[in-house]
């Protein structure tokens, strides 16, 4: 599979990169398999009920980074019912689709997202 434009994008240009100090929740996870042993923290801000601002770090394969970061962006200044509703397969087709090898990457982006959201 050919990486979208969207895909290649959020990889070399990630948004929301760094940690939120206060935050309101915080996901951490790893994922190992596959040639990949990536990690993420992710951090969130709740006003409101909605998330006004999250952040990750990750030492990741580019996947796991375009995934980040799009869910930072996808996350950011949305109301909680929409938040928790989010899928892998609503960050894989916001990046324009993924190939099947990467597939790990979103499902990690998402339970980062659920662990910062029990947090």
């Known amino acids: 599979m050919v990486y979208s434009s969207q895909y290649i994008?959020?990889?070399?240009?990630p948004r929301g990169i760094g940690e939120l100090d206060p935050h309101d929740g915080l996901g951490e996870v790893q994922?190992?398999?596959?040639g990949c042993f990536?990690?993420?923290?992710?951090?969130?801000?709740?006003?409101?009920?909605?998330?006004?601002e999250a952040k990750f770090r990750a030492r990741a394969c580019s996947g796991t980074i375009a995934a980040c970061s799009a869910l930072v962006e996808?996350?950011?200044?949305?109301?909680l019912a929409f938040?928790?509703?989010l899928t892998p397969d609503d960050i894989a087709e916001y990046l324009g689709g993924i190939p099947d090898r990467k597939r790990h990457?979103?499902?990690l982006a998402v339970r980062a997202l659920r662990e910062a959201l029990l947090d």
């Open 38 to 52: 990536d990690r993420v923290r992710l951090t969130i801000r709740l006003e409101g009920g909605k998330v006004k």
């Open 9 to 13: 994008d959020h990889f070399t240009r």
């Open 83 to 85: 938040v928790k509703n």
């Open 31 to 34: 994922h190992e398999g596959q």
């Open 74 to 79: 996808m996350i950011r200044d949305r109301d």
């Open 105 to 107: 990457s979103v499902e």
